[in-house]
């Protein structure tokens, strides 16, 4: 069965303190991985699309990369604002459809 | 650009009625799916559609109707609401049916009491 388990379920830093969430993930044949951030009382807002193992992608203070069986959310110096829940999710084989962890809370301190 | 649009934001229904919640896009997305999102499960699809006149079951449909009549609307229908349904409804877009990222909206907070 396609499965994505994000870790931790919460995570709390301190400005400028560098981290990684996990995002593990079980399917058959990845068409490609996803990571979104949402802010409470908002939808979910893409930040990235893996398609292959090696792949890096970096925005800002972000950077998404990709193993066959995880990925990992790299947050370095981290500022309050991105304090969020970040949401990974797969597409698996020839199905249409998303499957979705249950994501990362994160909390940023000053 | 508006992106895509939800409403209503809140609603409160009572066990029996039902409802439908609107969902549009202005990106021309052929890809339309809605998902519903409960503490501690994540987002879970509900029904999706490839294109207009075109619609398939996910992973909670039932209860659930929707159609898509054109490109631009996706309304999802609650035939008899349940206290069960209770949840975050978010619509969401993408321009193909595979490999995009699929764009968001702010969502329905729907509580059946």
Known sequence: EDQVTQSPEALRLQEGES??????????????????????????????????????????????????????????????????????????????????????RLQVFP | NAGVTQTPKFQVLKTGQSMTLQCAQDMNHEYMSWYRQDPGMGLRLIHYSVGAGITDQGEVPNGYNVSRSTTEDFPLRLLSAAPSQTSVYFCASSQGVRDQPQHFGDGTRLSIL
């Open chain 1, 19 to 104: 981290s990684s969430l996990n995002c593990s993930y079980t399917v058959s044949g990845l068409r490609g991985l996803f990571w979104y951030r949402q802010d409470p009382g908002k939808g979910p807002e893409f930040l990235f699309t893996l398609y292959s193992a090696g792949e890096e992608k970096e925005k800002e203070r972000l950077k998404a990369t990709l193993t066959k069986k995880e990925s990992f959310l790299h947050i370095t110096a981290p500022k309050p604002e991105d304090s969020a829940t970040y949401l990974c999710a797969v597409q698996a084989g020839n199905t249409d459809k998303l499957i979705f962890g249950t994501g990362t």
